[in-house]
Each structure stands twice: as structure tokens, then as C-alpha cells.
């Protein structure tokens, strides 16, 4: 069966690549009529093919004549399925259609992002925007995905012309590149368009379409072997999976396979990302790119055989929408760790499909604000956070938002244990400078192939605080991957090397020294290979030994013995909020019996600073906060400093191996030094209050 079909879609090959070619007029003109109206758009409706209703004269492939495989799921229900059957069928587009047109007033949520949707679908259109290669993975969802859903609720044929040009484009690709992150995403992207779009597409081009996913999707990932624990799992297993099930009934025995073995390693993948309590270890950023295509994948699972295997059900999984929740900040910025973090605030699309599932509209507290200001407006510009926006809308058609009043969380403290634990403190949700809000890491950096912590920073114990409008600790973005990784290929390295002298370490942004947290030069040499005397342990686990949440104290206690090995005999760092308004860090360090430790106390901060004897002055809009410290021991007394926010010279200590521009602009690192002695225990008490 397969053989045929490739050859099918050979002798078409380049044929139904027309995406260079401008849209015709007539037949392609957009309406410029508002597409939400009622009566006169469904004059179209049989072009859009809402009913499901074969058309007359509709020639099929023919059915894989096997029997139905026997397996987690009961795949005879494909065999009757039909199309739509991806994230809905012809029904839930009809109740979509539904409730943005003749019932909009009544959701008008779901109105506000249908609309958004079909104005960026034209924007796609006008400018004809086209794509060359499978890395363009981006644009070809965007594309595939806005274009399918404009036409399914527009019935209007340009969308249909686009949809099939790049359908038929990217499904004349010798390959999606099956190494990285494209084959996913063009799987799902093409999978979808395939099952909405079925009976408007030729024979011929399903023809293409099917055998460009078992050739260029469902194989190669059949074979490819290991298991990721991050970002990629979701993405890739969960889009393969969806070309799967929307061509099984062509191929039984291809798509079972795939979809078994996408169900095991996902299985075993979700558990390993979002246990115990859903917080995620690679940051808020991939949270949303891995998540979307994980909740995508599920909700096809789930719509067709009306269960997911029990992944649905995995522990901390549904519990991650209320993570992402506590993710936002005060000030639109974020709890920005690890390389999937970025201090400022995106709107976060999963977070949709959550609280539908969930039937938690506080769950889209801070999404239907992005909704509100505007946010969503942009999605003509950013094809990257806003890609499955149309799949989304489209799974959340039956959530009923607009007859709920959305509310605040009550709870103030958020924590998640796992591979990379956190803890987050809300106070208020005014989005104004009466909010109040501390996030809190622990973990671990040695990750990359062994964890749901890729894409970590050296950050153990390192935190975030917002008061009264101002960011006064911050956590960066890591660099733009381009030139960061093309500058670490050039050294003979990668980023994903997170071994103890892996160049990631000579990148500033991603170091210790760059993060809130408190760091040692002194070594016993128990730990080699290290790039800097400062760097931690890579292999050492800063637990969350405790959560703190009583008597106006709200925080967590970080365990920083093992980060620090070889540097301290025991180091405890605990980071409150206080009265609501104080942060305070306590560091308990005993130090070597043999050996002095010498120790920084860092504070990434978006303010300029000054130094007098009394502390550290900070200063933002108007605002002026005083860091200061005390230690028990009076003949250990910390000397206050500041540093510029860039990499130490190169030839300091052993950084500059990484030829990489590495400064920050806007911020200033904070904090004082000190020498605790041999064998002695100290504990340093460090204030940020309000000036008086």
C-alpha cells in the first residue's frame, strides 16, 4: 500500500507547488464582509464542507484491507471514524461556527480570538507568505493551520488555495528533517490540514499528503531510538502520532506502530517532565512550545478513542495549568529560568486548553488579560508563539468562558518538587505595584540527556522578586540560539553539553554569576573540571527541603551542600517574603574543615545601585530599596560590592574559552563578599526592605 502511494505522490511531485504563484482574483478574493454574520456566510458552507457528508462524485483511496491491529487503543473506531476527526469532527466545527457567528454576543471570548484568527489568515493571503525548506517548520504550521480553520468556518476559496499550495509544498519535500524539532511540527501541521480539509483535497493531493507522512514523518520516527525527556518529546511523538491517526485507515500497520510507540514513550515522557506536581523543568517558554503540541496530541487521542492511556492522568500533568498561572509576574515578565525563560510576559495559549479541561476559568486570569490589552492582536507579527492558536480554539469550542466570572487564585504559595523544583509567591493580582511576587530554584544543571531539565542553567538557589512595580532580582533570558550556538560550535562544543566543563559554563547568562544566588571560589579539588573556581557541581541536587507559608513569612528553603561541593561543608539558603513586602535570604555556611571559603552574594538586579558602609542602594522609577546584611559572628563582617553585568575578563579565572559577547544592559548585580574560616559555621541574614 505504502509503495503505491509514494508512487503517487513522486509522479505529482513539484505539480501542486503553486505557493509561489500569485492567488488568482474571483475565485480567491478575501470578503472583506465580516465573516461572523450569520445567514449569508453559510451560502458557503458546502464549499467548507461543515457537514461531513461525502460530496458527490468524491473518488477515495482505497482502505487498507487488513484487519484492525489490536493494541492500547481500539483502532477499529478509526476505520469508522471519517474525517474531521482530529481535536473534533464535523459536529464541534459546527457548534464552533455556531458560537462565533449567530450566538456571539453570548461568547464573546471565543468570538475575540475567532476573529483574530481569521485576520491573520488573510494577513497570509495578502502577502502570499511562502516557505523553502522544512526548517521553516513555523511559518508551514501557521500557514497549514490558519488557513484549513479560516476556510472550515468561512467556506471562502482562498483560503482553501493557500491551504492546498502549501499543503501540496511541503508534502513535495524529500524530508522534514527528522533529527530536530520540523518533523513534528510539520506532522501535526499537515495531519490537521489532511483531516479538516479531506474531502476538498484532490485524490491526488491526499494521495501526496499520505505518503509524505509515512515517508517523511511516521518512519523515520518509528526508527528513531532513546528517549527525551524534555520539550522534543511532546513535539515530535505527539505531532507523528496525529499523521498517524489521521491516515490509519490507508495504513494500518505503519500508523499503529508509530501511534504504540508514541503512546509508550510519551507515557513514560510526560511522567518524567511534569511529575510530581506539573512545574516544568526546561522554563514557562517550553512549557507552551512542548505543551501545546502534548495537549494537541492528547485531545486527538481522547476525541477519537475517549481516553489517553492514563498520560492524561499522569501526576502534576493537569496540574500544570495552575503552574503556568504562578508563572506570571507582577509587571508582565515572568519566573524566567532556564533557556525557556524570557523576563518578558507572552501570552501563554495552553493555558486555554487547561482551564477548559479543567473547567477553571482562573486558569486564564493573566490569558484573557493579554486578550483584553491587545495581546492576541499580534499574532500577524509573531509566528512563533502564536502557531496553534486555530487548533486550540478549536479544542476549547465547548468551554463556556464568557458565563463565568474569572477570579483570582486564593491560594499565595505555589510549589512543585521533581527534577527541578520551585517555588512561587503571589501576592495579589492587580497587575499594578501593589503586587507583591518571589519565585524560587532549586535543581540541578547536568540534565541535558538525562532529565525534563534541559536547557538548565547553573541556578540552583537563585530567586526573582518583584515589589511595588519594580524587578528588583531578575533572572535572564539565555542568548539568541544562533550566534550563541554557532560561537560554542566554533569551540568545539555544543550547548547541549552540560558536563562539568562543557563550554554552556563560559556562557555569562546561563553561569552562577549571572543568577541571584550565593557562590564560592575556594575548591578542595574533589570535584574536577571545572571551567571556573565558581561554578558549581554540576551533578549536585539543590533540594527544597522546606516550603514556607505562616506567621507572615512565605518562602522556601534551599539546600545548596551538593551544588557547592568541594566549596563548603553545608550550605543553607532560605528566601522569604516578609510581611509582604521584604525579601529576605538567610545563608547558613560552614565552611571546609581545612579549608577557608570564599563567597559571593549576587543579585541580579534591573536597577542602578550605589555602595555606602550601610549597604547597597537600589534605585528604579522612583523607588528605593536597601539591601543589607548581618552576620553572627562579628569578626566575619561582609564587605558590600556591585559588579557590571558581563562575563569577568577574559583570562579571570578561566573564562573567555567562549569567543561570545556576553553583557547585559539594564542591570547591575548586587551583593557583598566575605571569607567565612575553616570549620566555622555563620549565618548571614541579608535584607531588601523599602527605604523609610
Not at 509522479?11 to 474571483?26: K, M, N, Q, R, Y
Not at 519565585?439 to 511595588?468: P, Q, R, Y
Request: glycine share 10%.
Amino acid at each position: 500500500m505504502f509503495l503505491t502511494v509514494l508512487f503517487a505522490a513522486m509522479t505529482l511531485g513539484f505539480a501542486g507547488c503553486v505557493d509561489s504563484e500569485p492567488i488568482e482574483t474571483e475565485d480567491t478574493e478575501i470578503s472583506t464582509e465580516d465573516e461572523s454574520d450569520g445567514d449569508e456566510q453559510d451560502k458557503e458552507d458546502d464549499g467548507g464542507n461543515v457537514n461531513p457528508d461525502v460530496p458527490e462524485g468524491f473518488v477515495d483511496e482505497p482502505d487498507d484491507s487488513a484487519a484492525d491491529q489490536v493494541g492500547t487503543f481500539d483502532y477499529s473506531v478509526l476505520s469508522k471514524a471519517g474525517h474531521p476527526r482530529l481535536l473534533t469532527d464535523s459536529e464541534g466545527f459546527k457548534t464552533l461556527k455556531r458560537k462565533v457567528t449567530t450566538e456571539k454576543f453570548a461568547n464573546k471570548t471565543l468570538y475575540k480570538l475567532h476573529n483574530e484568527v481569521i485576520s491573520h489568515a488573510k494577513k497570509i493571503i495578502t502577502a502570499n507568505r511562502t516557505f523553502e525548506k522544512a526548517a521553516d517548520h513555523y511559518i508551514i504550521v501557521d500557514n497549514l493551520l490558519y488557513c484549513a480553520y479560516a476556510y472550515k468556518m468561512t467556506g471562502q476559496s482562498a483560503y482553501l488555495a493557500k491551504a492546498k499550495a502549501d499543503l501540496n509544498k511541503v508534502c513535495s519535500f524529500t524530508g522534514w528533517n527528522p533529527t530536530g524539532l520540523s518533523v513534528g511540527e510539520i506532522s501535526l501541521a499537515v495531519a490537521l490540514a489532511y483531516d479538516w480539509l479531506y474531502y476538498d483535497l484532490t485524490l491526488e493531493e491526499r494521495k501526496l499528503a499520505h505518503g509524505a507522512m509515512i515517508k517523511n514523518g511516521i518512519n523515520p520516527m518509528y526508527n528513531k531510538s532513546g528517549l527525551s525527556l524534555g520539550n522534543w518529546n511532546s513535539i515530535c511523538y505527539g505531532g507523528v502520532a496525529m499523521a498517524s491517526l489521521a491516515v490509519y485507515e490507508k495504513d494500518k500497520a505503519y500508523a499503529v506502530r508509530q501511534i504504540e510507540k508514541a503512546y509508550r514513550d510519551n507515557l513514560r515522557g510526560v511522567s518524567g517532565i511534569y511529575s510530581p506536581d506539573g512545574n516544568y523543568g526546561e522554563g514557562i517558554g517550553y512549557w507552551e512550545y512542548g505543551g501545546g503540541y502534548q495537549v494537541c496530541f492528547l485531545d486527538a487521542l481522547e476525541s477519537i478513542f475517549g481516553h489517553t492511556g492514563g498520560i492524561k492522568e499522569t501526576p502534576g500533568f493537569m496540574e500544570s495549568g495552575e503552574y503556568a498561572l504562578f508563572m506570571h509576574g507582577t509587571m508582565n515578565t515572568t519566573f524566567s529560568y532556564s533557556d525557556g525563560g524570557s523576563t518578558a510576559d507572552k501570552p501563554l495559549l495552553t493555558s486555554w486548553w487547561y482551564a477548559a479541561r479543567k473547567d477553571d476559568s482562573s486558569l486564564i486570569l493573566c490569558e484573557k488579560r493579554h486578550l483584553d490589552n491587545g495581546a492576541y492582536s499580534e499574532i500577524s507579527l509573531d509566528v512563533e508563539n502564536f502557531r496553534l492558536l486555530p487548533a486550540i480554539l478549536v479544542m476549547i469550542r465547548e468551554f463556556d468562558i464568557d458565563s463565568k466570572t474569572i477570579t483570582s487564585p486564593t491560594k499565595e504559595v505555589w510549589q512543585g518538587a521533581g527534577t527541578l523544583p520551585v517555588v512561587m509567591v503571589r501576592k495579589g493580582w492587580n497587575f499594578d505595584s501593589t503586587d507583591t511576587y518571589l519565585g524560587i530554584k532549586g535543581g540541578l544543571c547536568n540534565t541535558w540527556e538525562t532529565s525534563a531539565t534541559s536547557h538548565s542553567h547553573m541556578d540552583a538557589g537563585s530567586f526573582v522578586f518583584e515589589a511595588e512595580g519594580v524587578r528588583w532580582s531578575d533572572d535572564v533570558v539565555r542568548p539568541a540560539y544562533g550566534d550563541w550556538h554557532d560561537a560554542l560550535s566554533a569551540a568545539g562544543s555544543r550547548a547541549g553539553d552540560t558536563s562539568q566543563g562543557g563550554l554552556r559554563w563560559d556562557t555569562f547568562r546561563v553561569n552562577n554569576l549571572c543568577h541571584s544566588t550565593i557562590v564560592s571560589y575556594s575548591n578542595d579539588g574533589s570535584v574536577n573540571g571545572k571551567l571556573h573556581s565558581s561554578d558549581y557541581y554540576v551533578d549536585g541536587f539543590a533540594s527544597i527541603d522546606n516550603v514556607i507559608d505562616a506567621d507572615g513569612r512565605q518562602g522556601a528553603v534551599v539546600n545548596m551542600t551538593q551544588p557547592m561541593k568541594g566549596q563548603v561543608q553545608r550550605a543553607i539558603r532560605t528566601v522569604e517574603l516578609v510581611n509582604g513586602t521584604d525579601l529576605v535570604v538567610t545563608d547558613e555556611i560552614t565552611a571546609l574543615p581545612s579549608l577557608d571559603s570564599r563567597l559571593e552574594w549576587r543579585m541580579l538586579s534591573m536597577t542602578s545601585a550605589s555602595v555606602s558602609q550601610d549597604g547597597v542602594t537600589l534605585t528604579k522609577d522612583g523607588k528605593t530599596r536597601m539591601l543589607s546584611v548581618i552576620s553572627d559572628n562579628s569578626s566575619v563582617t561582609p564587605e558590600y560590592k556591585t559588579w557590571t553585568a558581563a562575563k569577568p575578563a577574559t583570562g579571570t579565572d578561566g573564562w573567555g574559552v567562549l569567543n561570545f559577547k556576553q553583557s547585559l544592559s539594564g542591570r547591575v548585580i548586587a551583593g557583598w563578599t566575605v571569607t567565612v574560616p575553616a570549620g566555622q559555621t555563620v549565618r548571614f541574614v541579608t535584607t531588601l526592605s523599602s527605604s523609610r
